[in-house]
């Protein structure tokens, strides 16, 4: 079993920035593939990104192109998400992925292992 802990959350307002974290732990392939993906109320879970192992590919969803960047840090076995020029539209419960398949895109059913999710509120 993996296990996945999301923190960094919290309120922000418009235009500022948080960094998320994702810290794996269990198995000793935890240094996965990861995605993030969000889910705000009354709306379908949306991918946000993913990265590869070894943190040389990422990819994101088109909402957050060009303001949010993922990274990793294979030693602490833990991923980040960089949300910068935030907006009110990216409130949501924010959550980190991983699956042994090494696949890190926006296929929600590819992933085996989830955190518990932590919330981000963006302020207008």
């Known amino acids: 079993q993996v296990q996945l802990v999301e923190s960094g959350g919290g309120l922000v307002q418009a235009g500022g920035s948080l960094r998320l974290s994702c810290a794996a732990s269990?198995?000793?392939?935890?240094?996965?593939?990861r995605g993030w993906f969000r889910q705000a109320p009354g709306k379908e879970r949306e991918y946000v990104g993913g990265i590869n192992w070894s943190g040389g590919s990422t990819a994101y969803g088109d909402s957050v192109k060009g303001r949010f960047t993922i990274s990793r840090d294979n030693d602490k076995k833990t991923v980040f998400l960089q949300m910068n020029s935030l907006k009110p539209e990216d409130t949501a419960v924010y959550y980190c992925a991983a699956d042994p398949s090494a696949y890190y895109g926006s296929d929600y059913r590819r992933y085996d292992y989830w955190g518990q999710g932590t919330q981000v509120t963006v302020s207008s």
């Open positions: 269990g198995r000793t392939f935890s240094n996965l593939a």
